[in-house]
C-alpha cells in the first residue's frame, strides 16, 4: 500500500474514533473492500503498523524433490502417434511420488503444479474454463447413464472398449470394465452386475447404439423395458445431452492410461481381468475424489446418504430369477409356423409339442429367443410354446 495512502488512512481512522466519519464511506472514498477496511482499522486501534513487512516461507521442497517430480513426470508421460507427449494430472503424479518414496514431503497439488509450471519446459497451459452447473436427477436411481468408450487405454496397444456406467444424481459409478469385444453378451453381463449390486433404476440414459436404440428395436431396449426399466435415447450427433457421462468418460481417458502405467511398473499385467483389476482400484479412487459438481463431497457420500433415504433411493429390489432375467436378454427373431408345426432357425428345426399345438395355427409368426450356449425357445404372444437346448449354428457346405 501506498505511504501517501497509509496517511489519509490514519487521519480518517481518527476520525472515525470520534464518529465523524464511518467506515464504509471511507472504503467508498479509497476504494477498498469495506472487510479490509475493517481489519486495518483493527490494528490502527491495537497501535499496529498498518504495513507489515513479508516473510519468507521457507519450502518443504528441496532441489532434489524437485528433480524428482520432473524425472516422474516425465516417466509417466504416454507417446503418441503424432510423436508428441500426454502428461498425466497434478492428482496422479502426487500419488505416485508418495508411492515411489516413501520420504517425499507432503505438500498440495498446487504445489507441485507451481513447481512444473516453473522447471518444466513443456508443462502443458490449461486454459481455465468456466463452469456450468448442469441438471441432475433429484435422486438415486432415477436416471443412470451408459456409455463406451473404445480407446488406447495401455500403452503401445490396440484400442479396446470401456463401458462405464454411473448414476446421475450423484456421479458415482456403479460399474467401469474393460469388454474384449463391444458385443450384447458383454453388456449384459456388466448389467446383470448392476442390478445384483445395486437394484434396477428407474430409468436408463444412453445414445443411439444399435443394442440400445428404441427406434430400431435394439436387443438392450428391448429387455430393459421388460424387466420395468425405461430406456432415454440422447439425440444424434448432441453429445451435449449426455454431457455429465461424457465428461466422466473424458476425466477417464486422461487419468487411466497413467494409472495404469504406473501400476505396470510394479507387475506384468498379462490378461484383460487383470486391467480390470487395476480399474476397480482406480474407480474406488475416483468415487472418494471431492466434485465441484457436488460442492465439494465426493460421489461416495453423496451416494451413501441417498442410500439412507427412501425418498431420495428410487432403485428397485433386484427379485428376478435367472431364467426370468435370461429370457429377457435373449436373442430374438420371428419365424413362420409351417403346416408340420415346425420352425427354421439357424440351420436346425424345432418342432411345437402336440400339447400346445391347439395355441396356434400354420401361418403364424413365432417369436424364437435364444440364450446362447443355454437354450433356445418358442413363444406365441408371450406363451411359452417350446423349450430346447442350444445348438450350434449349422453351416450348409
Known amino acids: 500500500m501506498v505511504k501517501s495512502k497509509i496517511k489519509r488512512l490514519q487521519g480518517f481512522f481518527v476520525q472515525v474514533q470520534e464518529r465523524e466519519i464511518s467506515l464504509g464511506w471511507v472504503a467508498r472514498k479509497l476504494d477498498i473492500s469495506r472487510s479490509w477496511v475493517t481489519v486495518l482499522y483493527q490494528r490502527f486501534c491495537r497501535g499496529e503498523s498498518l504495513i507489515r513487512p513479508r516473510t519468507s516461507r521457507k519450502s518443504k521442497l528441496e532441489q532434489k524433490h524437485i528433480a524428482l517430480i520432473l524425472e516422474t513426470y516425465e516417466d509417466l508421460a504416454i507417446e503418441k502417434e503424432n510423436k508428441q507427449k500426454e502428461y498425466p494430472s497434478v492428482r496422479i503424479l502426487s500419488n505416485t511420488l508418495y508411492e515411489l518414496y516413501k520420504d517425499f514431503p507432503e505438500v498440495s497439488d498446487e504445489t ?6 516453473k522447471f518444466f519446459v513443456h508443462y502443458p497451459e490449461r486454459a481455465r474454463h468456466h463452469y456450468r452447473k448442469r441438471w441432475q436427477a433429484e435422486a438415486i436411481g432415477e436416471i443412470v447413464q451408459g456409455d463406451v468408450s473404445t480407446h488406447q487405454w495401455v500403452e503401445k496397444k490396440p484400442p479396446f472398449p470401456l463401458l462405464l456406467i454411473m448414476d446421475d444424481h450423484s456421479r458415482y459409478v456403479l460399474a467401469a470394465k474393460f469388454l474384449p469385444e463391444d458385443t450384447i453378451e458383454n453388456h449384459r453381463m456388466v448389467w446383470q452386475e448392476v442390478f445384483q449390486e445395486y437394484g434396477l433404476p428407474y430409468k436408463v440414459y444412453y445414445d443411439n447404439d444399435q443394442k440400445y436404440s428404441k427406434k430400431n428395436n435394439g436387443l438392450i431396449a428391448k429387455a430393459f423395458e421388460e424387466i420395468g426399466i425405461c430406456v432415454i435415447n440422447s439425440r444424434p450427433y448432441q453429445p451435449q445431452g449426455k454431457g455429465k457421462i461424457e465428461r466422466k468418460i473424458q476425466t477417464f481417458q486422461k487419468q487411466v492410461t497413467f494409472y495404469i502405467k504406473k501400476a505396470l511398473k510394479n507387475k506384468r499385467i498379462e490378461t484383460l481381468e487383470q486391467l480390470n483389476w487395476i ?83 400354420p401361418g403364424v409368426n413365432i417369436e424364437v429367443r435364444e440364450f446362447p450356449g443355454k437354450w433356445v425357445k418358442l413363444f ?15 453351416i450348409d457346405k
Do not use: C, M
Open 112 to 117: 507441485i503444479r507451481r513447481v512444473l509450471k
Open 279 to 361: 480399474l476397480r482400484e482406480y474407480v474406488i479412487e475416483h468415487n472418494n475424489t471431492p466434485s465441484r459438481a457436488l460442492g465439494g463431497r465426493t460421489p461416495e457420500e453423496v451416494f451413501l446418504e441417498a442410500r439412507r433415504k427412501p425418498q431420495k433411493d428410487l432403485f428397485k429390489p433386484f427379485t428376478l430369477s435367472s431364467e426370468e432375467f435370461e429370457k429377457a436378454f435373449a436373442l430374438r427373431d420371428f419365424r413362420k409356423l409351417d403346416k408340420t408345426y415346425e420352425v427354421s432357425y439357424n440351420g436346425h428345426r424345432y418342432r411345437i409339442p402336440r400339447e400346445n399345438a391347439f395355441h396356434v395355427f
Open 380 to 394: 406365441y404372444k408371450g406363451h411359452e410354446l417350446a423349450h430346447y437346448p442350444f445348438r450350434e449354428t449349422k
